[in-house]
């Protein structure tokens, strides 16, 4: 079982970037999705999760209106992109199969993501 984040970086705040996940080993499709952060001297954060069909989301406070979550079941990949981006949004971005940080199982290695000026 494999997940796979990529497209973090640095950015200015105000900025944008789009994080993809990609997943092998277990049936996607089948399966509610979520991503996770870990910020600087805080614990795990969830941050969105998404249905398998992809017609329901659900964001966190500090992100809704900034941030996306959506999938591609043919494509087996995970997305968020992230809008209006802040200096609090640094972190280490995990990928979670299952739709809350209590009920996640796997989770990928995490890409970087730095906003600053």
């Known amino acids: 079982l494999q997940l796979v984040e990529s497209g973090g970086g640095m950015v200015q705040p105000g900025g944008s970037l789009k994080l993809s996940c990609a997943v092998s080993?277990?049936?996607?499709?089948?399966?509610?999705m979520s991503w996770i952060r870990q910020t600087p001297g805080k614990g795990p954060e969830w941050v969105a999760g998404i249905n398998p069909g992809g017609d329901s989301t659900y964001y966190s406070d500090f992100v809704k209106g900034r941030f996306t979550i959506s999938r591609d079941n043919a494509k087996n990949t995970l997305y968020l992109q992230m809008n209006s981006l802040k200096p609090e949004d640094t972190g280490l971005y995990h990928c979670a199969r299952g739709p809350t940080l209590a009920t996640s199982d796997y989770w990928g290695q995490g890409t970087q993501v730095t906003v600053s000026s």
């Open positions: 080993g277990f049936t996607f499709s089948n399966n509610d």
